[in-house]
């Protein structure tokens, strides 16, 4: 039997998604042990030989961020110093996003502080998707692979049969990724134009475009507070829209999040654990990240994935 030319390993974050990935790729997951001593350090220990191996590391840094990208540097320092070939963090949802640039004086710009910390700890690529903002990418040094869950959202709209839709931005910052949606989905485009006052508070606005009657499809790459789809499925409604359903690539809702919504059904990625609702059908980005961990290791192009 001849042996894998390279290894996928899981942090502890997310091993369900990890395992859903290994198992399109029919292989194992390498073996690691993984623990924390009493004053709250991490220990690490790569159990196999991993000398000359290209090496996949899947971690998605959410409830606890500050703890699962420690342990992902620690990881990938572990396989360097194992003489690992390359090191590929597989990073379904990246932490810090959000922090992307100075909107006001004497903050950091800690998504740029991640980008040096992977690079540092020994990381030669990055697989990740849905960006908060794409020009996190600039902020590596090492060949960055984007991925974006949209058509596998779409596949799964088009056979829940939903008609008579609008896609709906919550926000101006997600008219982007909103914009690819109508597009593919072959309907119009509306923007909520609200106002966030703080990480916690947000403001509703005015809405630009037509959801009289209409099946709305709020579009958002990320949802915690869940108090940016809620306004504006609440705009929706007062406007007049039929139905409200919304996509979402990583949710990092906390329980009860969505509770009095006026949502009626929401549809989000597994890049993240999520324990679900009856109201939720989780799209599993476990495929996806299958093919393009293949590709890159036969040195096949990444982003021809999304090409129609």
Do not use: W
């Amino acid at each position: 039997m001849t042996e894998s030319p390279f290894m996928l390993f899981a942090g502890s974050s997310h091993r369900d998604l990890a395992g859903k990935v290994a198992q399109r790729l029919r292989m194992q997951l390498g073996q690691i042990s993984i623990e924390t001593f009493p004053d709250g350090e991490i220990g690490v220990q790569i159990l196999e030989n991993v000398r000359g191996k290209d090496v996949f590391v899947l971690q998605s840094p959410v409830r606890h961020p500050n703890r699962y990208l420690m342990e992902l540097l620690i990881i990938a320092d572990a396989l360097k110093r194992a003489s690992a070939r390359s090191i590929v963090a597989v990073i379904p949802y990246y932490a810090y996003a959000r922090q992307d640039r100075k909107e006001k004086g004497r903050v950091p710009i800690t998504a740029k502080l991640i980008a040096d910390l992977l690079e540092k700890a020994g990381v030669s690529r990055v697989l990740t998707m849905d960006l908060h903002t794409e020009q996190i990418q600039g902020f590596f040094n090492i060949p960055v692979d984007h991925l974006y869950a949209r058509p596998l959202f779409v596949q799964a709209l088009r056979e829940a049969g939903l008609k008579n839709l609008v896609v709906v931005s919550p926000d101006v910052g997600s008219n982007k990724m909103a914009r690819k949606f109508a597009e593919d989905l072959g309907v119009d485009l509306a923007i909520v134009d609200k106002r966030r006052v703080n990480a916690h508070v947000v403001e509703a606005g005015s809405l630009i475009g037509d959801v009289k009657g209409k099946n709305v499809l709020l579009v958002d790459d990320i949802c915690s507070t869940g108090s940016t789809l809620k306004i504006a499925a609440r705009v929706c409604r007062y406007q007049g829209a039929e139905g409200v359903y919304a996509v979402v690539s990583h949710a990092l809702l906390m329980e009860g999040g969505l509770e009095g919504s006026g949502i009626d059904k929401m549809y989000v990625s597994d890049s993240v654990p999520y324990s679900g609702s009856p109201h939720t059908q989780v799209v599993s980005v476990a495929g996806l990240f299958g093919q393009a961990i293949e590709r890159v290791v036969s040195a096949e192009s990444v982003s021809s994935l999304f090409k129609s």
